[in-house]
T-cell receptor, first 115, second 111 residues
Framework: EPEVTQTPSHQVTQMGQEVILRCVPI?????FYWYRQILGQKVEFLVS????????KSEIFDDQFSVERPDGSNFTLKIRSTKLEDSAMYFC?????????????FGQGTRLTVV | DAKTTQPNSMESNEEEPVHLPCNHS???????IHWYRQLPSQGPEYVIH???SNVNNRMASLAIAEDRKSSTLILHRATLRDAAVYYC????????????FGKGTLLTVNP
């Protein structure tokens, strides 16, 4: 069974620090996503990424956020200067090619705690 | 984004069938109907999807109304491991794929 891997599983950081959340999507997938879920709330879309560029981003994804696929396997989410309200579970997802493909695979998430 | 409406919660007994409804009266012709679920402390997990016809897979069945304005996810025999939040989501496929999660239906399965 293919899987999306996220590291670390839990990250604690001080307010104002930069964090990088890492994801290894499924190897032949072409579409990549980041979502977040604040404790007790809905899963929220952050950004989608295709062909080495952002295809869509939400209002949450402001200038403090960036994504990168540095080496063809990893997909990272960087938060430049973390705020307390960035504390959440962050989920990476990937989707295979093809217009008919609609089964996204999610990772187990990284719990980010900003103190 | 086209919206869906689901009950906040449902309860079932183990080994009984469960029918989880979803209304999506503003669905467009290119929208797929997706169901995902989220078990406690885990990431969302794909369950099933369909466009017009009913669909079956190893996890569940999806019954889609003829006018596509509603659908029902059917778990044929609920187990304790099926206790989760179930999300009904509309989206296109491929480059038009984007999941917008609502609150979903919290399914409780009683032993």
């Amino acid at each position: 069974e293919p899987e999306v891997t996220q590291t670390p599983s839990h990250q604690v950081t001080q307010m104002g620090q930069e964090v990088i959340l890492r994801c290894v999507p499924i190897s032949n997938h072409l579409y990549f996503y980041w979502y977040r879920q604040i404790l007790g709330q809905k899963v929220e879309f952050l950004v989608s990424f295709y062909n080495n560029e952002i295809s869509e981003k939400s209002e949450i994804f402001d200038d403090q956020f960036s994504v990168e696929r540095p080496d063809g396997s990893n997909f990272t989410l960087k938060i430049r200067s973390t705020k307390l309200e960035d504390s959440a579970m962050y989920f990476c997802a990937s989707l295979g090619a093809g217009r008919m493909n609609t089964e996204a695979f999610f990772g187990q998430g990284t719990r980010l705690t900003v103190v | 984004d086209a919206k869906t409406t689901q009950p906040n919660s449902m309860e079932s007994n183990e080994e009984e069938p469960v029918h989880l409804p979803c209304n999506h009266s503003t669905i467009s012709g290119t929208d797929y109907i997706h169901w995902y679920r989220q078990l406690p402390s885990q990431g969302p997990e794909y369950v099933i999807h369909g466009l017009t016809s009913n669909v079956n897979n190893r996890m569940a069945s999806l019954a889609i109304a003829e006018d596509r304005k509603s659908s029902t996810l059917i778990l044929h025999r609920a187990t304790l491991r099926d206790a989760a939040v179930y999300y009904c989501i509309l989206s296109g496929g491929g480059s038009n794929y984007k999941l917008t999660f609502g609150k979903g239906t919290l399914l409780t399965v009683n032993p």
